[in-house]
Nanobody, 125 residues
């Protein structure tokens, strides 16, 4: 009943942009931090960005300056705007929620309560 659903993935050329959405249903995100993760074939799942319920944000060094995370409380949705995409960004992107999460705890995948199904992002010419 409680779930997160990602959308917005697709095929894009290097240098292009995509906006991913993470919509929550069955619960409100008002008390949750949201993290974006990605996993490429043969690689470990890595943290990309996260945002707390009061708007604090964090970005992985590989995406800082290119990606922007934001949230819309009215729509119960978190977004990840991805610009200047590189082939290295190709992966399945997941969003996840952490109850009362803080910047110091959001890097631990085991602390997340719910995970979305993932959306594929492919950056290729």
């Amino acid at each position: 009943q409680l779930q997160l659903v990602e959308s917005g993935g697709g095929l894009v050329q290097p240098g292009g942009s995509l906006r991913l959405s993470c919509a929550a249903s069955g619960f409100t995100l008002d008390y949750y931090a949201i993290g974006w993760f990605r996993q490429a074939p043969g690689k470990e799942r890595e943290g990309v960005s996260c945002i707390t319920n009061d708007g604090r944000t964090h970005y992985a060094g590989s995406v800082k300056g290119r990606f922007t995370i934001s949230r819309d409380y009215a729509k119960n949705t978190v977004y990840l705007q991805m610009n200047s995409l590189k082939p290295e960004d190709t992966a399945v992107y997941y969003c996840a929620s952490q109850f009362l999460g803080t910047i110091s705890t959001m890097g631990d995948r085991s602390l997340y309560d719910y995970w979305g199904q993932g959306t594929q992002v492919t950056v290729s010419s």
